[in-house]
């Protein structure tokens, strides 16, 4: 099977602009979660979805969105793009089975955004 | 809120060698624990994953442990060669707003000196 795949890799984007990362998960995944990476504070959570439904929701402000769509493709969006948004956006995808607990999170590339 | 803490956050050891890393955690209601490794610029490779039920888990020259009751893990790795050199994540699965969230630690550096 394919792995996480997430486009674009790279970006750079100016400040006050507006961004969307998208990802698609592993073949028959159901759940794909996002996270932000920076030197900083390191891998934080941002939001979870299954079933194009948000599920959960990290400490990040309304500039950070997201969907998923019926296929389980997702795309996040960060409007009004600050300096400190600068990170690895890195989205994990799971089977998510009925019935089954939490399982293996599988891990994409990441896209690095630089904000200028 | 559940806060990860891996220690060291960075270390080098000569080709050949015995080693462990350190992950604790402050809030024993887990799902689970995961593993990783990232190597610079790259995405995350999943190592080994233990449910909040067992103890431990091998895979190969790894082996993680769990002490759910003490907030410990522990990933230890055998004859460390230079291809191991790269930045290992620990992360707890736990539940968030009624779904599951990983919270990570800030990693441990891993240097191995041909």
């Known amino acids: 099977k394919a792995g996480v795949t997430q486009t674009p890799r790279y970006l750079i984007k100016t400040r006050g602009q507006q961004v969307t990362l998208s990802c698609s998960p592993i073949?028959?995944?159901?759940?794909v979660s996002w996270y932000q990476q920076t030197p900083g504070q390191g891998l934080q959570f941002l939001f979870e979805y299954f079933s194009e439904t948000q599920r959960n929701k990290g400490n990040f402000p309304g500039r950070f969105s997201g969907r998923q769509f019926s296929n389980s493709r997702s795309e996040m969006n960060v409007s009004t793009l600050e300096l400190g948004d600068s990170a690895l956006y890195l989205c994990?995808?799971?089977?998510?089975?009925?019935?089954?607990?939490?399982?293996?999170?599988?891990f994409g590339p990441g896209t690095r955004l630089t904000v200028l | 809120k559940q806060e990860v803490t891996q220690i060291p956050a960075a270390l080098s050891v000569p080709e050949g060698e015995n080693l462990v890393l350190n992950c604790s955690f402050t809030?024993?209601?887990?799902?689970?624990l995961q593993w990783f490794r990232q190597d610079p610029g790259k995405g995350l490779t999943s190592l080994l994953l233990i449910q909040s039920s067992q103890r431990e888990q091998t895979s190969g020259r790894l082996n993680a442990s769990l002490d759910k009751s003490s907030g410990r893990s522990t990933l230890y790795i055998a004859a460390s060669q230079p291809g191991d050199s790269a930045t290992y994540l620990c992360?707890?699965?736990?539940?968030?707003?009624?779904?599951?969230?990983?919270?990570f630690g800030k990693g441990t550096k891993l240097s191995v000196i041909p």
């Open positions: 992360a707890v699965g736990g539940s968030g707003a009624g779904s599951y969230q990983l919270t």
């Open positions: 994990a995808s799971s089977p998510a089975l009925a019935g089954a607990g939490p399982d293996t999170q599988y």
């Open positions: 073949s028959g995944h159901r759940s």
């Open positions: 809030d024993s209601a887990i799902y689970n």
